[in-house]
């Protein structure tokens, strides 16, 4: 009877999953990037679902193309929606005037020194840490691993009036960057979504804003 009672759970479970996918009332994705690290680890198994209304700062799925890969569903946190204002100052994100970043554990770019090195392995994903001299790491992390490592790092900021030529180009030639962005008003029809690996993730800075007919899933 146990197995008899196993197998119908199997099959009802089977049945659930299917039906959700084709009726896309929910839907699986499997995180292939760091873009969202600290919070969405390479490899996690996540459901979104385009039944359920996006919030402000909820993870949505959505649909991207490049030249590289074609089409593709990204997932990325919903940071800004339709009206909002949206500025990036040395490195911290205001939306609407206030501070975004309070809320949320970070992944940001930090230097340290070559020494910490092994510290690292294992720690970090091998692309989040690449030398830039002879004696310094640029590492993309949350300082609360650093703490707990025992790594002594500080933020690598890009400068204000320095501006990045990917985000120029999308922005009529703005002179921003990741750590000096905006302010900049979200258009009607469209979304401003940042990866939570903030220095690390090919989001709405340079690829623009995201028009709401790619929206895939609210991530549940």
Known sequence: KFGIALGISILVFVAAFVAARLTKVADMMRISSGANLPTLEVGKVVWVSKLAKPQ????????AETAEYGRQVWLHRLCALEGDQVEVRDGR????????????????????HVSNGPKLEGLLREENIYPISADSLVIHADKELLARAGIVARRYLELK?????????????SPWNRDHFGPVIVPAGYYFVLGDN???????????????????GTML
């Open 198 to 216: 903030r220095d690390n993730s090919l989001d709405s800075r340079y690829r623009g804003f995201v028009n709401k007919e790619d929206f895939a």
């Open 161 to 173: 009036g320095q501006p990045d030529p990917h985000i120029s180009g999308v922005y009529n030639n």
């Open 93 to 112: 994100l205001y939306v609407n005037g206030k501070d975004a970043d309070r809320n949320f554990t970070l992944s940001h770019a930090y230097i340290t």
């Open 56 to 63: 402000r700062f909820d993870f949505v799925s959505y649909y």
